[in-house]
C-alpha cells in the first residue's frame, strides 16, 4: 500500500511504521513481533491516547516531572463536527486491516497495565487529581479554536476538523506558547536547536 499525505507520512500500520517497520513487513508476523519486541526493550514508556492520565502518571515518575511540568492541552484532536462514528462492521474490518498496529496497540496496554500495577494506588490517585488540576490550569490560560488550521504562525494545525488553541490574551508566557504549538512547528523548532 502507498503512503499518501504530506511527504508521504501517512499510511497503513502508522504507529509501526512511525517505529520503523519498512510498510513492506506489515503482513509479516515474525516482523511485527520482532519490532514490538524491540520497541519494548528500547523504550521505557509507551504512553496510549485512550489511557492518556494514566500515561502521564508513568511519565511523570519515570521524568521526575511536576505536575505542571507534565500539563498539556488536547492538540490535535478531532473538533466537535468531525467525530464520526465508526458502525461494528467498520470497526471490524479496520482491525483486520491494520492487525499490525492493534497488535502493537493490545501489548502497550498491558505494558500500562503492568507497570501501574506495581503502584501504590492512593499515590496514583492523588497525582491524577494534581495532573487534571494542571491540565485545567493550563488550559484556563489558552483559548481553543474550534477549526485550528484558520490559526496562524506556531498555532496553526494541519487541517480544519482538528482544534488548536492559542494563549489568551496577556497571558503569553512561553509555556503557554509551548503547549498551544501545533505538532509539525513543535517538531521543527526542535529539530532546530
Excluded at 11 to 16: I, S, V
Excluded at 59 to 86: F, I, Y
Aim: aromatic letters at 8%.
Amino acid at each position: 500500500m502507498k503512503r499518501c499525505g504530506f511527504d508521504n507520512r501517512f499510511g497503513r500500520n502508522q504507529m509501526l511504521y512511525d517505529f520503523g517497520l519498512d510498510p513492506e513487513n506489515m503482513n509479516d508476523a515474525n516482523e511485527v513481533q520482532d519490532k514490538i519486541a524491540t520497541i519494548e526493550k528500547e523504550f521505557d514508556l509507551i504512553m496510549v491516547s485512550e489511557r492518556f492520565l494514566e500515561s502521564k502518571i508513568l511519565l511523570t515518575e519515570l521524568l521526575g516531572l511536576s505536575p505542571s511540568d507534565a500539563a498539556c492541552l488536547k492538540l490535535n484532536s478531532r473538533n466537535s463536527a468531525s467525530r464520526p462514528g465508526l458502525n461494528t462492521e467498520t470497526q471490524e474490518l479496520l482491525a483486520i486491516w491494520l492487525a499490525a498496529d492493534y497488535e502493537l496497540y493490545n501489548k502497550a496496554n498491558s505494558w500500562l497495565d503492568a507497570k501501574l500495577e506495581k503502584m501504590d494506588s492512593e499515590y496514583k490517585s492523588e497525582i491524577s487529581v494534581k495532573l487534571e488540576d494542571a491540565d485545567k490550569d493550563l488550559a484556563k490560560s489558552c483559548e481553543l479554536h474550534q477549526d485550528g488550521s484558520m490559526l496562524c504562525g506556531d498555532f496553526g494545525m494541519w487541517t480544519s476538523r482538528v482544534v488548536g488553541f492559542t494563549p489568551a490574551e496577556g497571558l503569553e508566557e512561553e509555556n503557554t506558547k509551548l503547549a498551544c504549538m501545533g505538532e509539525l512547528q513543535f517538531i521543527d523548532m526542535l529539530r532546530s536547536k
